[in-house]
């Protein structure tokens, strides 16, 4: 999770419909500056290479989130049942990128993971 700050100002972003490394790339609605999701980086448009300071984050479930946080809000899905728009991707090898591409046997091409910091170095952990 990264903050919407950026020198002093507050951004809004949205999702660009694009993918780095299978990753979601956003955009910010005052520049349409890239950003990548997973280097937290701005990688194309007016503020390319400039950070967003990342907040520590806390993955959870539902039940556990409303117990500690009662007047939380959220959107209703408008239909019942178990739905994910995604399923086919998750399961094709084929990434959509800009850029570069990286090959690697250790992990599945869309394997789910955890980013953590240890020791100040990036670690990704499959879930």
């Not at 972003?13 to 520049?31: A, P």
């Not at 209703?76 to 090898?93: E, L, Q, T």
């Not at 992990?107 to 020791?119: A, D, H, I, S």
Request: charged letters at 20%; a negative charge.
């Amino acid at each position: 999770m990264y903050s919407r700050i950026i020198e002093g100002e507050e951004f809004s972003f949205g999702v660009s419909g694009k993918l780095i490394r299978n990753v979601m790339v956003m955009y910010d609605r005052q520049t349409g500056t890239l950003w990548s999701q997973l280097l937290g980086e701005a990688v194309q448009g007016e503020l390319q290479g400039t950070k967003l300071e990342f907040l520590p984050s806390l993955q959870t479930t539902w039940a556990d989130w409303k117990t500690q946080n009662p007047n939380t809000l959220a959107l209703r899905k408008g239909y019942s049942g178990a739905y994910d728009p995604y399923d086919s991707y998750y399961f094709s090898r084929q990434t959509g990128v800009i850029g570069e591409t990286t090959f690697d046997d250790r992990l599945y091409v869309k394997e789910f993971v955890v980013g953590v910091e240890r020791n100040g170095d990036p670690v990704s952990l499959p879930l």
